[in-house]
C-alpha cells in the first residue's frame, strides 16, 4: 500500500535533515525526481532489498517525480529501517508527531547532476546593504529622455545604447557599415540574471507574496524584488518605450499559488529580466539598472523619485532631414510579410515547447524506469546469493552478475536524469524564449498600427487646408472693400485683419504640429526598422540553441554507448552452459 497521503508531523517542523536533504535534490516545482530520492536513500547503509521495499512502498511505478511530503515519507521509513523498526503503516502513523532522524552520511557530498540555472535559494544574509554601481562617465544616450531625480539615483550610463539618431544639431552621419558594426556588438558582453525564491514569504493568509532573489552578473549585485515591482517596471517601460520590442511577464494570481505555479512563475520573471538584458536600448535605461542596483525596497525607492513616463521620442525633435533615408524603402513591405508569417511561426514554436516538453518528461520517466529496475536486481542479487545446491558456483557468479548490470542500469538512470535537466534548463527555455520575443514582436506591430490609425497628420491637413481657403476668402474680400470704397478704409477693415491674424495664428501652430507629426512617425518608422532589425538579429540564438541540444545529445550518447560498452564483456561472462546448473 502507498504512503502518499500520509502527512507527516501535521502543525510540526520536519526534523532540519528532511528539509536538508529535499533542497539539496534540487527540487522543480515542488517536487524532485524519484532518481534524486534514490541517491540519498542509497547513503543510508541499508540493503538494497530494503530500499526497494521503500520505494515501493511510497512511490506508484508510473510516478518519475514526488512531493516534499513523500520524501519525508521515504527520509522516516529510512529511519525507521536503520532502527530496525517494522516498516509498517501503523508504526509510521504512530511516530508522526515524533519522526525518527535518518543517517544520512556523505549528504551533502552527492552529485545530483547538473544543476538548473535558477537553483539555489539564498539566505537574507547574502543580499547586501549597498551595491556599487558602475555606470562609467556622464556621456548622454541619445535614445534616452531621463529627467529622473531622487535620492541615490544613478547617472546616465556612459555607453551608447543603439546606433545614434542624428538631431539638426549634429554632425554625425549614418553609414551601413557602422550600422552593422555597431548592431554586431549588441549582443557582446550581455549581462546574465539569475532568480531565486527568498526563504520566507510575507503577508498574512491569502495576501502573502513572495520575494524574488534578482542577481546580476556584470554587475555583481543582489536585491530583492516583488512580483509587483516586475509588473511597475514593466508598465513604465511600456509608457516610456511604446515603439520597443517589450517581454512579457507570467501571470498574476491571487495569493501565493502552489508550487507548479510560483516554478513557472520564476522561470517566466527569469525570461523577462534576461530579454531586457538583451535589448540594446532598455538593458541601458537608469530604471532597469536601478531595478538591478537599488537596495532599497524598490516599493519605497519609487516615492522618493520622480520619474518620467513620457516617451522616448520627447527629447529627440527636431530629427535630421536625411533620417527617413536610412529606412529601407522596401520595410513597409518587409513588415507585411513578417505580418502574414509570425502568427503561423508563433503556433509551430509553441508546438515544439510542448513536445519538446512531454521529451523531457518522458526522459525523466525512463531514468525513473531504469533506477527501479537496478534496485530490484540488487535485491534480487541479495536473495539469490546462496544456491539450494552447496556445490553450485554458477548461482552466486550470476548473483554476482546481478549486482554489476544493476550499476550499469543505475548509471543510465543517472545519465538520463542529467539529459533531462540540461533539457529543462536548455532547450526548453530558449524555446520559450524565441516563443516570447515572436509573441513581444507581433504586440509591437498591433501598437504600432494603432498608433498609425491614431495619427493627426490627416485631420491637420484637413484643417490647414480649410484655413488657408478661409484666409484666401478673407483675403479677397478686404481686397474687394479696399477697391469698392477707393481710398478710404473699409470700416471693419478691423475685424476683418483681426480674423486673418487668428488665421494664420491657427495655421503657423497646425503646420508646426503636422511637422512635429510627421518627424515622430518618421523616427516610429525608424525605431520600428532597429526593432525588427533586433529581432531578426536574435535568429542566431536558434543556431546557438540547436548546437548546445546536439552537444548534449552527443554527451548522452556517448554516455549511453560507453556504459553499455563497459557491461558488454560481464554478460558475455556469465555462465551460460546447462550442464554447469546441474
Given at each position: 500500500?502507498?504512503?502518499?497521503s500520509l502527512h507527516?508531523?501535521?502543525?510540526r517542523?520536519?526534523?532540519e535533515?528532511?528539509?536538508?536533504?529535499?533542497d539539496?535534490?534540487q527540487?522543480s516545482?515542488?517536487?524532485?525526481?524519484?532518481v534524486?530520492?534514490?541517491k540519498?536513500i542509497?547513503?543510508?547503509?541499508l540493503?538494497?532489498?530494503?530500499?526497494?521495499?521503500?520505494?515501493?512502498?511510497?512511490?506508484a511505478?508510473?510516478r518519475?517525480r514526488?512531493?516534499?511530503s513523500?520524501?519525508?515519507?521515504?527520509?522516516?521509513?529510512?529511519?525507521m529501517?536503520?532502527?530496525?523498526?517494522?516498516?509498517t503503516?501503523e508504526?509510521?502513523?504512530?511516530?508522526?508527531?515524533d519522526?525518527?532522524v535518518p543517517s544520512?552520511?556523505g549528504?551533502?557530498?552527492?552529485?545530483?547532476?547538473?544543476?538548473?540555472e535558477?537553483?539555489g535559494?539564498?539566505s537574507?544574509?547574502?543580499?547586501?546593504?549597498?551595491?556599487?554601481?558602475n555606470?562609467g562617465?556622464?556621456?548622454?544616450d541619445p535614445?534616452r529622455?531621463?529627467?529622473?531625480?531622487?535620492?541615490?539615483?544613478?547617472?546616465p550610463?556612459?555607453f551608447?545604447?543603439?546606433?545614434?539618431?542624428p538631431?539638426s544639431?549634429?554632425t554625425?552621419?549614418?553609414?551601413?557599415k557602422?550600422l552593422?558594426q555597431e548592431i554586431?556588438?549588441?549582443?557582446l558582453?550581455?549581462?546574465?540574471?539569475r532568480m531565486?525564491?527568498?526563504?520566507?514569504r510575507?503577508g498574512m493568509?491569502?495576501?502573502k507574496h513572495?520575494?524574488?532573489?534578482?542577481?546580476?552578473?556584470?554587475?555583481?549585485?543582489t536585491?530583492l524584488?516583488r512580483?509587483?515591482d516586475?509588473?511597475?517596471?514593466?508598465e513604465t517601460?511600456?509608457?516610456?518605450?511604446p515603439f520597443?520590442?517589450?517581454p512579457?511577464?507570467p501571470?498574476?494570481?491571487?495569493?501565493v499559488?502552489?508550487?507548479?505555479?510560483?516554478e513557472?512563475?520564476?522561470?517566466g520573471?527569469?525570461?523577462?529580466?534576461?530579454?531586457?538584458?538583451r535589448?540594446?536600448?532598455?538593458?541601458?535605461?537608469?530604471?532597469?539598472?536601478?531595478?538591478?542596483?537599488?537596495p532599497?525596497?524598490?516599493?519605497?525607492?519609487r516615492k522618493?523619485v520622480t520619474?518620467?513616463t513620457?516617451?522616448e521620442?520627447?527629447?529627440?525633435l527636431p530629427?535630421?532631414?536625411?533620417?527617413?533615408?536610412h529606412i529601407?524603402?522596401n520595410?513597409?513591405?518587409?513588415?507585411e510579410?513578417?505580418?502574414?508569417?509570425?502568427p503561423?511561426?508563433?503556433e509551430?514554436?509553441?508546438?515544439?515547447?510542448?513536445?519538446?516538453?512531454?521529451?523531457?518528461?518522458r526522459?525523466?520517466?525512463?531514468a525513473?524506469d531504469?533506477?527501479?529496475?537496478s534496485?530490484?536486481?540488487h535485491?534480487?542479487?541479495d536473495c539469490?546469493?546462496?544456491?539450494h545446491?552447496?556445490?553450485c558456483?554458477?548461482?552466486?557468479?550470476?548473483?554476482?552478475?546481478?549486482?554489476?548490470?544493476?550499476?550499469?542500469?543505475?548509471k543510465t538512470?543517472?545519465?538520463l536524469?542529467?539529459?533531462?535537466?540540461?533539457?529543462?534548463?536548455?532547450?526548453?527555455?530558449?524555446l520559450?524564449r524565441h516563443?516570447?520575443?515572436q509573441?513581444?514582436?507581433i504586440e509591437?506591430?498591433q501598437?504600432?498600427e494603432r498608433?498609425?490609425?491614431?495619427?493627426?497628420i490627416?485631420?491637420?491637413q484637413?484643417?490647414?487646408a480649410g484655413n488657408?481657403?478661409?484666409?484666401?476668402?478673407l483675403?479677397a474680400?478686404?481686397?474687394?472693400a479696399?477697391?469698392?470704397?477707393?481710398d478710404?478704409?473699409p470700416?471693419?477693415?478691423r475685424?476683418?485683419?483681426?480674423?486673418?491674424?487668428?488665421?494664420?495664428t491657427?495655421?503657423?501652430?497646425d503646420?508646426a504640429?503636422l511637422?512635429i507629426?510627421?518627424?515622430?512617425?518618421i523616427?516610429?518608422q525608424?525605431?520600428?526598422?532597429m526593432?525588427?532589425?533586433?529581432?531578426h538579429?536574435?535568429?542566431?540564438?536558434?543556431?546557438?540553441?540547436?548546437?548546445?541540444f546536439?552537444?548534449?545529445q552527443?554527451?548522452?550518447?556517448?554516455?549511453l554507448y560507453?556504459?553499455?560498452?563497459a557491461?558488454?564483456p560481464?554478460v558475455?561472462?556469465?555462465?551460460m552452459?546447462?550442464?554447469?546448473?546441474?
Amino acid at each position: 500500500m502507498l504512503l502518499t497521503s500520509l502527512h507527516l508531523a501535521a502543525g510540526r517542523p520536519l526534523p532540519e535533515i528532511y528539509t536538508t536533504a529535499f533542497d539539496l535534490a534540487q527540487p522543480s516545482g515542488g517536487k524532485v525526481t524519484v532518481v534524486a530520492v534514490n541517491k540519498i536513500i542509497g547513503v543510508s547503509g541499508l540493503p538494497p532489498a530494503t530500499v526497494d521495499k521503500i520505494m515501493n512502498m511510497v512511490f506508484a511505478p508510473t510516478r518519475s517525480r514526488i512531493t516534499k511530503s513523500e520524501c519525508s515519507v521515504a527520509l522516516a521509513l529510512v529511519a525507521m529501517a536503520q532502527k530496525n523498526m517494522d516498516l509498517t503503516i501503523e508504526n509510521l502513523k504512530a511516530h508522526r508527531h515524533d519522526l525518527p532522524v535518518p543517517s544520512l552520511p556523505g549528504l551533502e557530498s552527492i552529485d545530483f547532476g547538473s544543476s538548473r540555472e535558477n537553483s539555489g535559494v539564498f539566505s537574507n544574509s547574502t543580499v547586501p546593504k549597498h551595491h556599487p554601481v558602475n555606470v562609467g562617465s556622464s556621456m548622454s544616450d541619445p535614445w534616452r529622455n531621463s529627467t529622473y531625480r531622487g535620492n541615490g539615483y544613478p547617472p546616465p550610463p556612459s555607453f551608447i545604447a543603439s546606433p545614434h539618431i542624428p538631431t539638426s544639431e549634429s554632425t554625425v552621419t549614418i553609414d551601413s557599415k557602422l550600422l552593422r558594426q555597431e548592431i554586431q556588438h549588441w549582443f557582446l558582453n550581455l549581462d546574465t540574471i539569475r532568480m531565486a525564491f527568498a526563504p520566507k514569504r510575507e503577508g498574512m493568509f491569502l495576501f502573502k507574496h513572495v520575494n524574488y532573489i534578482v542577481e546580476s552578473k556584470s554587475r555583481h549585485t543582489t536585491v530583492l524584488r516583488r512580483y509587483s515591482d516586475f509588473w511597475w517596471l514593466l508598465e513604465t517601460l511600456s509608457k516610456r518605450f511604446p515603439f520597443r520590442i517589450l517581454p512579457n511577464l507570467p501571470p498574476k494570481r491571487l495569493g501565493v499559488g502552489d508550487e507548479v505555479f510560483l516554478e513557472r512563475r520564476l522561470r517566466g520573471l527569469t525570461r523577462f529580466m534576461n530579454a531586457l538584458m538583451r535589448h540594446p536600448v532598455l538593458k541601458n535605461d537608469p530604471l532597469v539598472i536601478s531595478f538591478l542596483t537599488e537596495p532599497l525596497e524598490f516599493a519605497i525607492w519609487r516615492k522618493d523619485v520622480t520619474i518620467s513616463t513620457d516617451d522616448e521620442f520627447a527629447s529627440q525633435l527636431p530629427l535630421s532631414e536625411d533620417l527617413s533615408k536610412h529606412i529601407p524603402p522596401n520595410f513597409d513591405l518587409q513588415l507585411e510579410d513578417i505580418k502574414k508569417r509570425l502568427p503561423a511561426s508563433i503556433e509551430y514554436v509553441r508546438s515544439m515547447v510542448h513536445v519538446m516538453d512531454r521529451i523531457q518528461k518522458r526522459t525523466e520517466a525512463t531514468a525513473a524506469d531504469y533506477m527501479r529496475y537496478s534496485l530490484a536486481l540488487h535485491a534480487l542479487a541479495d536473495c539469490e546469493r546462496q544456491c539450494h545446491l552447496t556445490e553450485c558456483f554458477n548461482c552466486g557468479q550470476l548473483s554476482q552478475g546481478y549486482n554489476k548490470i544493476g550499476s550499469h542500469m543505475n548509471k543510465t538512470s543517472n545519465i538520463l536524469e542529467d539529459q533531462a535537466k540540461v533539457l529543462q534548463r536548455g532547450m526548453i527555455e530558449d524555446l520559450k524564449r524565441h516563443r516570447d520575443l515572436q509573441v513581444s514582436l507581433i504586440e509591437l506591430l498591433q501598437r504600432c498600427e494603432r498608433a498609425r490609425e491614431a495619427t493627426m497628420i490627416e485631420t491637420l491637413q484637413k484643417r490647414i487646408a480649410g484655413n488657408e481657403t478661409k484666409l484666401k476668402s478673407l483675403e479677397a474680400s478686404v481686397a474687394a472693400a479696399i477697391a469698392s470704397s477707393g481710398d478710404e478704409e473699409p470700416g471693419d477693415s478691423r475685424a476683418l485683419d483681426a480674423s486673418m491674424e487668428k488665421i494664420k495664428t491657427n495655421i503657423a501652430t497646425d503646420q508646426a504640429e503636422l511637422e512635429i507629426q510627421r518627424q515622430r512617425l518618421i523616427l516610429r518608422q525608424y525605431t520600428l526598422w532597429m526593432e525588427v532589425t533586433y529581432f531578426h538579429k536574435n535568429q542566431v540564438l536558434i543556431a546557438s540553441l540547436y548546437q548546445n541540444f546536439v552537444q548534449q545529445q552527443l554527451r548522452t550518447s556517448h554516455g549511453l554507448y560507453d556504459n553499455w560498452k563497459a557491461l558488454s564483456p560481464i554478460v558475455h561472462d556469465l555462465p551460460m552452459e546447462v550442464n554447469g546448473f546441474e
